[in-house]
């Protein structure tokens, strides 16, 4: 039901756009959320159905979160990319309330996409 796309090799201050296409059902909250090797997966951003955002202190000012609802579409753009940035990024929406930087909240996961940016 959700599928990501636009990852890929990156270098240190470069910028990808990351998209979640969404299907078959609207979701309220969308989020992105991203695992890096040897590392517990973390959140990054979130977006509600009305367009309020959600960043992670580590990624506010680079990346911006947005959703186009009537492409059932949600966005990920990362400016300024670090080393530290490569991990796995999935979308997931929420199936359960609470802050949407839970991530226990989320039950519908993408497959994720896989982000490497080198210095």
């Known amino acids: 039901q959700l599928v990501e796309s636009g990852g890929g090799l990156a270098q240190a201050g470069d910028s990808l756009r990351l998209s979640c296409a969404v299907s078959?059902?609207?979701?309220?909250?969308v989020g992105w959320l991203r695992q890096a090797p040897g590392k517990e997966r973390e959140f990054v951003a979130a977006?509600?159905?009305?367009?309020?955002?959600y960043y992670a202190n580590s990624v506010k000012g680079r990346f911006s979160i947005s959703r186009d609802n009537a492409k059932n579409a949600v966005y990920l753009q990362m400016n300024s990319l670090k080393p530290e940035d490569t991990a796995v990024y999935s979308c997931?929406?929420?199936?359960?309330?609470?802050?949407?930087?839970?991530?226990?909240?989320?039950?519908?996961w993408g497959q994720g996409t896989q982000v490497t940016v080198s210095s």
């Open positions: 997931a929406a929420q199936s359960k309330a609470g802050p949407s930087s839970s991530i226990p909240t989320y039950g519908y």
């Open positions: 078959s059902r609207t979701f309220s909250t």
């Open positions: 977006i509600t159905w009305s367009g309020d955002t």
